[in-house]
């Protein structure tokens, strides 16, 4: 089993930046995709950007490309989300993902999910 916990969410102003982490659990980590998904109430879960076990390649949503980066450190069971020139509209809670094999947008393909953690842009 592996249990993932996020953190660095928090209240920043529209343009402002934030880097949130994900700290996994267990010795497979490296060879698990990761991912970050957000939530609005009333709305889908989207998801933001992923990121392969070997960091070779990464991908995210048109919503946040050229602003939001997607990074992992393996060897601190870590994987990040930094995210620039935030805008209202990124007010959500953040869940990172992972347990599978290949990157993927589609939520129920992961297997490990956090608890969240939410960040909230004001204008």
């Known amino acids: 089993q592996v249990q993932l916990v996020e953190s660095g969410g928090g209240l920043v102003q529209a343009g402002g930046s934030l880097t949130l982490s994900c700290a996994a659990s267990g010795s497979t980590f490296s060879s698990y995709a990761m991912a970050w998904f957000r939530r609005t109430p009333g709305k889908e879960r989207e998801w933001v950007a992923a990121?392969?076990?070997?960091?070779?390649?990464?991908y995210s949503a048109g919503s946040v490309k050229g602003r939001f980066s997607i990074y992992r450190d393996n060897a601190k069971n870590t994987v990040y989300l930094r995210m620039n020139s935030l805008k209202p509209e990124d007010t959500a809670c953040y869940y990172c993902?992972?347990?599978?094999?290949?990157?993927?947008?589609?939520?129920?393909?992961?297997?490990?999910w956090g608890q969240g953690t939410q960040v909230t842009v004001s204008s």
């Open positions: 990121i392969t076990g070997d960091t070779s390649r990464t």
């Open positions: 993902a992972g347990g599978i094999m290949v990157a993927s947008s589609t939520a129920p393909m992961y297997q490990y």
